[in-house]
């Protein structure tokens, strides 16, 4: 059983919410939370509104879509810094997958201008 699936069980037993934030070491304001949470299988996060990752993947794919090329070489220098947070990496993934489909470019010369291997690069392709 998940903690969800527990707190949720101790929930319909009739326990408070301090009740069982006191039982898990956590707050009572932790356990709405987990309550109300759901899970994103493609992220493995939980979250509450909704999943971060899966509403920036749509936001930064209909930015993708309408940015023309001069754009998308902007986006290409910007993303080939050291930056390893998820949301870069998010952006660095989907700049890939649209790049190599519409331009005729190796695997090889994306890695030159993102400053990544061939070998990461192509990963994010056939993800
Ligand atoms: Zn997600």
Redesign the pocket.
């Known amino acids: 059983m998940t903690r969800k699936e527990k707190i949720n069980k101790l929930r319909k037993q009739g326990k408070t919410l301090s009740v069982i934030a006191k039982e898990f070491h956590i707050s009572g304001e932790r356990v709405r939370q987990i309550l109300n949470s759901e899970y994103?299988s493609?992220?493995a996060?939980s979250?509450v509104e909704s999943?971060?990752?899966?509403?920036e993947?749509e936001k930064y794919g209909l930015f993708l879509k309408s940015a023309n090329k001069e754009i998308l070489e902007k986006e290409m220098v910007k993303l080939s810094k050291k930056d390893r947070t998820a949301i870069p990496s998010l952006h660095r993934k989907l700049l890939v997958k649209k790049i190599k489909k519409e331009w005729n470019i190796s695997f090889s010369d994306l890695a030159r201008k993102l400053h990544r291997d061939r070998t990461t690069i192509s990963s994010y392709f056939y993800q």
């Open positions: 994103c493609i992220h996060i979250y999943c971060q990752y899966c509403e993947e």
